[in-house]
């Protein structure tokens, strides 16, 4: 397949041009075509001209793919799911009162097994290109009506840091799709020193996977955080590169596990002074899960005593249950159950 000029940043279509004997102000018009005016052949790039038109479409083309299946939830959850060609991604779109927040896949399947993912079933299949992260978003027909972005669907992204900032860059930029970037979240459970180069590279809100404020408990339920002290990655967090930053903590809430009084105590502790809230999540139930999800009750009065302690401090609703919206599960229902052909 000829190489894709969708998810190019303008450097790297700028040298294109330089290669086909043009202007680098072209590279902008170019730019402009795929991210701004949506085309999807190099044709319709009309006030370029045919000549050059015809020679950048013998060696380049720019690769759109729509959804597979599309599943919609009684909460009016949306769940797609991508067959691309390393293997199937999901991306949900979360419609709110105040939001249309659209939730993208970084990877196909992951490496870092999380034991409350339904995605850390499937093992690690590989990384997605900056287009396929871009396609999610670009295919989709509620593209105009997405306020937020967040990387919290398949896979870490800093375990594909080079395709997400490159992503990042592009929704970005004025000669891009021009989001802000305080309207874009980047999921990780912490992983050093990426998060480091993360945070010197974008200006993007960082939302990390804390799920226990114990580094024993924590490393027991995300084994692939054992290299990474939550201390050092908490220190990080704390860097005056997050000054102008949003910060959030997820936190999943397991049945009788995780949010107990010592909880609530180390947490405060641990975040005292971090400017950031905490995202409370009811545990998501997939098959053969080791876990059980909390009543609302408990997870109640858990913001409760977090608010008590002054962690700000939101009760997310669980979305799209009867659709597979757990991460990872409608992938792992279809896809790899052979349903789906890619």
Not at 122 to 134: A, P, R, V
Not at 248 to 259: G, K, R, S
Not at 282 to 299: D, G, K, R
Request: glycine share 6%; hydrophobic share 40%.
């Amino acid at each position: 397949m000829k190489p894709n000029l969708f998810g190019q940043n303008l450097k790297a279509i700028q040298k294109i041009c330089q290669s086909l004997g043009t202007a680098n102000y072209t590279g902008r018009q170019i730019a402009q075509w795929l991210y701004q005016k949506h085309s999807r052949t190099i044709e319709s790039m009309s006030d370029l001209k045919k000549t050059f038109r015809e020679k950048l479409a013998q060696d380049y083309a720019v690769q759109v793919i729509d959804a597979a299946q599309c599943c919609t939830s009684s909460d009016h959850t949306k769940k797609y799911l991508f067959a691309f060609a390393k293997g199937c991604v999901e991306t949900a779109l979360i419609p709110e009162e105040d939001r249309t927040t659209l939730c993208v896949s970084t990877q196909i399947g992951c490496k870092r097994g999380c034991l409350f993912c339904c995605t850390a079933k499937q093992g690690f299949q590989g990384d997605l290109t900056s287009s396929e992260i871009l396609n999610q978003y670009e295919a989709l027909p509620e593209r105009d009506e997405i306020s937020n972005l967040v990387y919290m669907g398949m896979g870490e992204p800093l375990d594909n840091l080079e395709a997400v900032l490159m992503s990042l860059e592009i929704l970005a930029a004025p000669w891009g799709y021009a989001k802000s970037p305080g309207k874009i979240t980047v999921s990780t459970i912490g992983i050093l020193p990426q998060l480091t180069t993360f945070m010197q590279a974008s200006q993007c809100g960082i939302a990390l996977s804390l799920h226990s404020p114990f580094e024993e408990e924590r490393q027991a339920w995300l084994p692939g955080t054992k290299p990474y002290a939550l201390k050092d990655v908490i220190a990080a967090l704390r860097n005056d590169q997050c000054a102008n930053r949003r910060i959030t903590f997820e936190y999943i809430v397991l049945n009788n596990l995780n949010h107990s009084l010592q909880h609530v105590k180390e947490l405060a502790r641990l975040l005292n002074g971090l400017s950031c809230r905490i995202n409370l999540i009811p545990f998501h139930p997939f098959p053969n899960a080791p876990f059980q999800a909390p009543s609302l009750e408990q997870i109640q009065a858990f913001q409760a005593a977090l608010k008590a302690k002054g962690l700000i401090t939101f009760l997310r609703k669980s979305r799209g249950q009867e659709i597979s919206a757990a991460c990872g599960l409608l992938s792992t229902k279809y896809c790899h159950a052979g349903s789906l052909q890619s």
